[in-house]
């Protein structure tokens, strides 16, 4: 009677109302009114200055000027060979940091789990791993040149050598953090093996892993916009170098608010898609909630 009469028993998911999907729209809706919020105080404040002689408009252009500037010369700058479009420079800095950011979180989970299920491994790849991760990524790019030149191959290794080390340590430490009573449960139980992994392991240890994939994201598109300003003659990095040679401040703020913008908005799915697979700590939430 005592101790029955004080657990608090979740009966399955909260009913579709304000604690629901109802009130995750609630949310969704204020964070993106924030967003708004956020962009037009800032440009707002940035106009302001711009026409107060507060900010320098010659190096500091607001939006009103290097948005029309964009769309009416779409964004080209230099000469020859060198010449890059504001587009083309967009599409080949995201394609880039799609690959080489799946390469190296692909890599550093394989590798992490690898190093956490095999004793003997972990002694020996962890120590290369934490010589590997700290290691800027800028310092990759002379090798990544002469690997594979100053096109897309430099810049995906830039990108892969600067988050696949540090992914790989953050896995081993997310799979090293999973409670022993929880193996040790599961055990008792009557699992083992890859049913052990797949079902207490692995999940256990997704949010740790997942927290590293996103903070990996920001070290893959610094990495990717570093390799592009300093050697590699194409993307948005270089596209944003250019115009400083050529004093096109123009084009150098629309660069950097879209590489802003975008950064953003990858950070946001990466969220989005977070909440979809590890969907039990939603539903952990809710068991909290419920119980308060």
Known sequence: MGLASNLKIWRGPAPPSSEGPARRRAWGWRSLGGLIAAWILLGTLWETGARLGVLNPAILPPPSQFIPYLIETSGSVG??????????????????????????????????????????????????????APIAPIAWIPLAIVLFGTGDGAA????????????????????????????KSARSLGSSGWRLWLRVILPAAA???ATAVRLSFFAAWMSVLAGEMAGINSGLGSLVILGQQEFQMKLVMAGLV?????????DR???LIRRRLLWWETRGARVVAADA
């Open 79 to 132: 000469l020859g060979v060198n010449k890059v479009s504001y587009l083309a420079s967009l599409v080949e800095t995201v394609i880039r940091v799609g690959i080489g950011f799946g390469l190296g979180v692909g890599g550093g989970l394989i590798v992490g789990t690898l190093l956490s299920a095999i004793p003997l491994a972990r002694v020996i790849g962890v120590p290369i791993a934490q010589i590997l």
């Open 156 to 183: 995906v290794f830039v990108v892969f050598m600067g988050i696949a080390a540090s992914m790989t340590l953050a896995t081993v430490a997310a799979l090293g953090s999973v409670p022993g009573e929880h193996i």
């Open 207 to 209: 949010p740790g892993v």
């Open 258 to 266: 879209t590489i802003g913008i975008l950064g953003f908005g990858f």
């Open 269 to 271: 799915l990466l969220l």
